[in-house]
């Protein structure tokens, strides 16, 4: 943002004014004379119209937006069911098994999200693994035992999708799609997801920075989707005393900054059961609108991610503790 001013003078002046509310400024000088200032990235968000209220500032220059779309959405909430995600909700509970393991195991793991007050059931059908001998997931066999598990206990239902040629059957399976890590920058794939007009669930990339995730979801603004909740889940570290590196800043900076509904992913981040609930507490009060946990009816037994799964009893207490809430009763997704 470039500020102009009317005389010179006005230059000490005005970038006091502007510091006042929060914006840090650059003088630019033709010889000895400021003739605007440079407000710097890393301010607060003002509006232009504020700006140029005040005396001695002659205009306001505004670089285009590169993600108006996204911007757009600053201050709303997205819609998913029968719940809204974002500012001045409640915050919320999505929980479920890494992976869709049988119709018993999704059955046990929906009825543990909803004692618990959750509101969403996750769960995965098509499962990116980095080794090709790991479990990958049942498929659309999974995707109908997760929808079932879902209208069973009055939970919508959130899964990712790996394919542009899977995105029309999970659509019909789901009420918030999702793009994982690994594929938060596939393009074709966000054009395709985008184009069911669903909600989605954009989780940020395990090495991208904060305006890189921002123009993923504008990608999937542009094709068509009605929403877009962004999900932290951490980042790669060196450090391997933890699965992956919480960056709670960055969830900051969305929630109060950029004002958009995100949420937080503790076991991937953790990637150890023992640190998700004061990661969880932190990230709500770091100004989440909600938490994704893994939860397994028997985490010892699961198929994959183990190690990060939470209980029921311990899902129970998790949310017991952070005060998430369910949706409204009688409500169905």
């Known amino acids: ?26 003088p630019l000088t033709h010889g000895s004379a400021t003739r605007a200032l440079l407000v710097r990235a890393d301010s607060a968000h003002v509006s232009a119209e504020l700006i140029e209220a005040i005396d001695g500032v002659a205009a306001v220059l505004m670089p285009p937006r590169i993600h108006p779309r996204v911007d757009a959405l600053a201050g709303t909430c997205v819609t998913v069911g029968p719940l809204t995600i974002g500012a001045g909700a ?9 992976s869709v393991e049988s119709v018993a195991q999704i059955d046990a793991a929906a009825r543990a999200v909803k004692a618990a007050g959750g509101s969403v059931l996750r769960g995965g059908a098509f499962k990116p693994r980095s080794s090709p001998y790991s479990f990958s997931g049942h498929g659309r066999d999974a995707l109908d035992w997760l929808y079932d598990a879902g209208q069973a206990n009055g939970l919508a239902v959130v899964t990712e999708v790996l394919s542009e040629r899977d995105v029309e059957v999970v659509a019909a399976r789901a009420d918030m799609l999702q793009v994982g890590s690994r594929n938060m920058q596939a393009f074709a794939l966000l054009k395709a997801v985008g184009s069911a007009g669903k909600p989605v669930m954009l989780k940020r990339g ?15 603004l542009l094709a068509g989707a009605s929403g877009v909740v962004f999900c932290e889940r951490g980042l790669r570290s060196f450090d391997p005393s933890t699965r ?11 929630a109060h900054v950029h004002r958009l509904p995100v949420v937080v992913d503790p076991s991937h981040a953790a990637g150890r059961r023992d640190l998700i ?18 939860c397994h009816p028997e ?9 990060q799964a939470l209980d029921p009893d311990a899902l129970a207490d998790l949310a017991r503790h952070c005060e998430v809430y369910p949706a409204p009763k009688g409500s169905a997704p």
């Open 1 to 26: 943002m470039l500020v102009t001013l009317n005389d010179p003078r006005d230059a000490q002046r005005v970038a006091a004014r502007l510091q006042a509310l929060g914006l840090w400024t650059e």
């Open 90 to 98: 409640l915050p919320v509970l999505i929980a479920g098994p890494c």
């Open 206 to 220: 395990m090495a991208a920075t904060v305006e890189e995730w921002l123009l993923a979801a504008e990608h999937l």
């Open 244 to 254: 992956n590196l919480l960056d709670l800043g960055a969830v900051a900076l969305l």
């Open 277 to 294: 609930a004061p990661l969880a507490r932190a990230a709500l009060a770091a100004g989440a609108h909600g938490l994704i946990v893994e």
């Open 299 to 307: 985490p010892g037994r699961a198929a994959s991610d183990g190690p």
